[in-house]
């Protein structure tokens, strides 16, 4: 069981950056693939980047490629999103997700693949 919290959203003007940051408990964080995935008002929740469980591969959606860097600490369980050049579409509730299975192989870019999931943290771009 992996549980996941998620801190660092707030208000911020466009142009700026924001890092968000993913607290994971439990000893198996550092065998599993996470994600960052994004839920707008009236929208359905969507991917915005995943990592393996070794960091060495990231992927990301195409509307924050380039402006964002998804990055994991497995010494400190910490899972982290830095987002640059914010723009008022990227205002949603940000959710990290986790693998359900250790060191598989493939990273998911969709919510049905991640079995764990933080309450959110909400970042408001004000332009």
């Known amino acids: 069981q992996v549980e996941l919290v998620e801190s660092g959203g707030g208000l911020v003007q466009a142009g700026n950056s924001l890092r968000l940051s993913c607290a994971a408990s439990?000893?198996?964080?550092?065998?599993?693939?996470m994600g960052w995935f994004r839920q707008a008002p009236g929208k359905e929740r969507e991917f915005v980047a995943s990592?393996?469980?070794?960091?060495?591969?990231?992927y990301y959606a195409e509307a924050v490629e380039g402006r964002a860097t998804i990055s994991r600490e497995n010494s400190k369980n910490m899972l982290y999103l830095q987002l640059d050049n914010l723009k008022s579409e990227d205002t949603a509730v940000y959710f990290c997700?986790?693998?359900?299975?250790?060191?598989?192989?493939?990273?998911?870019?969709?919510?049905?693949?991640?079995?764990?999931w933080g309450q959110g943290t909400q970042v408001t771009v004000s332009s």
């Open positions: 997700a986790g693998d359900g299975r250790a060191y598989r192989a493939v990273v998911f870019t969709t919510a049905s693949g991640f079995t764990y």
């Open positions: 439990g000893r198996t964080f550092g065998s599993i693939n």
């Open positions: 990592i393996n469980w070794s960091g060495a591969e990231t």
